[in-house]
């Protein structure tokens, strides 16, 4: 039976040893903030192939999970990670980069087309389903030519990472407002101007 009280927070990555503090990576970094914030201990799940960890803000009930496989990968893990907390599939919030938002930016929104992102292509395979609630965090266009798969696999530069930073509160904070207040509020809040167009390359 599922937890009409819990939600599962995905935060989508390659794996940190490898992968930490690229811009593919910000949808981890996210989630491991959160959980720092709530002093929630993260750790290995084998049934859920996921770190995870459990928390409680404002009442409301929080399964925390980092799939513990490349990102395209990922989807494998999320369904397990929510059969093994009872989440149905509309009280899942996945965190994870977004090249069509700005540098800076968050977008929170329900389902919608992975628009090249592999881990949500990933995600809607091993789900069934797009009914997943999204916290997009910006990291904006590559410059000039770069391929996207490329820019993505790279390092924030110093001042981009403090930005970025700043953002991955601003994420953590989208994401008890999407589970306490609901979609519209949160979208008020932190939808802006629409993303500009979105140029070639793969993700």
């Not at 990933?122 to 009914?131: C, I, N, P, Q, T």
Request: charged share 30%; net charge positive; proline share 7%.
């Amino acid at each position: 039976m599922a937890d009409d009280d819990r939600w599962l927070v995905v935060g989508l990555g390659n794996p940190e040893a490898e992968y930490g503090g690229t811009r593919h990576n910000v949808g981890a970094d996210a989630l491991r903030r959160f959980a720092e914030r709530e002093h929630a201990t993260l750790s290995r799940n084998k049934r859920a192939r996921c770190e995870t960890a459990e928390t409680t803000v404002s009442g409301t009930k929080f399964s925390l999970a980092i799939p513990q496989s490349y990102m395209n990968t990922s989807g494998g893990p999320v369904q397990q990670a929510a059969a093994w907390f009872k989440v149905p599939v509309e009280r899942i919030i996945v965190l994870h980069d977004d090249l069509d938002v700005e540098p800076g930016a968050l977008k929170v929104k329900r389902g919608g087309s992975p628009a090249g992102h592999n881990g949500l292509k990933d995600l809607d395979r091993a789900l069934g389903s797009r009914e997943y609630l999204r916290v997009r965090i910006g990291v904006g266009r590559p410059p000039g030519r770069m391929p996207g798969k490329d820019y993505v696999l790279r390092r924030f530069a110093p001042a981009e990472r403090e930005t970025i930073d700043v953002t991955l509160e601003e994420a953590c904070d989208a994401v008890v407002m999407l589970a306490t207040q609901g979609l519209e509020p949160t979208q008020n809040r932190y939808n802006g101007p629409a993303p500009r167009a979105r140029g070639d390359g793969p993700r």
